[in-house]
């Protein structure tokens, strides 16, 4: 069964951030943080694996998906959001922020209350199904949201934030137990 | 038919090292993926099997991979899913998948593969 979310960073003064990055995010940028995500977290190795798992996961969704858009030219471009790891004695929270279409917001917390309402093995089951299912072209097989759900072994948490009539910003965070 | 080898490299970190051995049939997949466009890595990879089964010739597939994202595990899947026909239409084919037993998740993720692929995948750990 999955444990419920904790509240994101923001809400508490306990929480220590352990690296943060707001930008766009091409696979080079992405590769380097990776990097240091491992090491800031090398006390906790089973949290380290987990959460080195889950930032690909969701910084590729942002490199995918985000509604902004970073363009050096035709070939060179990428999605722009912001992620950050934070901690506290028992857990490291892993978020990513970007901007969606306002339709997209309602569709993705929808999508997410429903990985949510399902246990682990269903999710799996899910997960399978969905793998199966996808083109696997161009933008994957669309199931990076219940791989870290299942990894995390938590709720996924889920925050839409109107900006304006077009768009929302969008913050997905998920919790780890360190040990 | 030549060997299929491609280097991985500090700058590309994200690509797997393959080799793929025309003369022994023993073809791996070594190291961490998560290039974006993952299918443009994939389809020489799936192209190559395609030329080789169709010689009959026997299958040895290593898999040792220590991180791949959502992306490449539905690239990966065509791969067994290729392996899978060939099989049942006679083909000799063995997988190995490595892993790292003290990764948490590794072995329900190749408990998926299998489930999906309906291939005996054989779990080995990293020495």
Known sequence: ?179 | MENLIIHTSPETPYFPRVNFNYETGVCEIIGESFMEETYKFYAPLMAWLEQYIAENKKVVFNIKLTYFNTSSSRSILDILDLLREYSEKGGDVEVFWYYDPNDPDMEDEVEDFRIESGLDLKLKTFK
């Open chain 1, 1 to 179: 069964m999955k444990k419920k979310a904790r509240p994101l960073p923001s809400m508490s003064r306990k929480f220590k951030n352990v690296i943060a990055y707001e930008g766009p995010f091409f696979i080079h940028i992405l590769t380097v943080f990776s990097k240091y995500v491992k090491i800031l977290t090398r006390d906790y190795p089973d949290a380290s694996k987990k959460i080195y798992k889950i930032f690909f996961e969701l910084t590729q969704n942002i490199t995918y998906y985000s509604a902004e858009i970073n363009e050096i030219n035709q070939d060179n471009r990428t999605g722009v959001g912001k992620f950050s790891l934070d901690e506290d004695e028992k857990y490291y929270y892993f978020s990513t922020t970007n901007r969606v279409l306002k339709e997209h917001g309602e569709i993705l917390k929808n999508r997410c209350n429903y990985i949510n309402s399902l246990d682990s093995n269903n999710l799996r089951e899910l997960k399978r199904e969905q793998r199966i299912l996808s083109q696997g072209e161009k933008l994957g097989a669309h199931i990076g949201l219940m791989q870290a759900a299942l990894i995390s072994n938590f709720a996924l948490k889920v925050e839409i934030r109107k900006i304006n009539r077009e768009y929302s910003m969008y913050t997905l965070m998920v919790t780890l137990d360190k040990i």
